[in-house]
């Protein structure tokens, strides 16, 4: 049974950086493609960077554009989200997802196969 699980979030303050991660078990994420979604309060969820398996295509939001990236490391079947320069506006639930075709995820419905739980990302002073 696949399974993601994230780690990573918390309290940062404005300026800061975090890295998150989404750990696979069932998978092997080499062969995936990753997004990684947000949804801050009382907002719907969006999709904010998502890249193909082998990074041939990618999708970003200018929201995070220059700030946030994408890698994988297939050794530990984990990807992870740099976020930089990070923003109170930020602060939101992040998730990871997984699937086999690579889909664009900014401004678009999407139907990733497999998803994390969840980690909160707080910005603030």
């Known amino acids: 049974q696949a399974q993601l699980v994230e780690s990573g979030g918390g309290l940062v303050q404005p300026g800061g950086s975090l890295r998150l991660s989404c750990a696979a078990s069932?998978?092997?994420?080499?062969?995936?493609?990753i997004a990684w979604f947000r949804q801050a309060p009382g907002k719907e969820r969006e999709g904010i960077i998502c890249v193909s398996s082998h990074y041939g295509s990618a999708d970003v939001a200018d929201s995070v554009k220059g700030r946030f990236t994408i890698s994988k490391d297939n050794s530990e079947n984990t990807a992870y989200l740099q976020m930089d320069s990070l923003k109170p506006e930020d602060t939101a639930v992040y998730y990871c997802?997984?699937?086999?075709?690579?889909?664009?995820?900014?401004?678009?419905?999407?139907?990733?196969?497999?998803w994390g739980q969840g980690t909160q990302v707080t910005v603030s002073s």
């Open positions: 997802a997984a699937d086999r075709v690579f889909q664009p995820c900014v401004g678009t419905w999407t139907e990733y196969d497999y």
């Open positions: 069932g998978i092997d994420l080499e062969h995936y493609a």
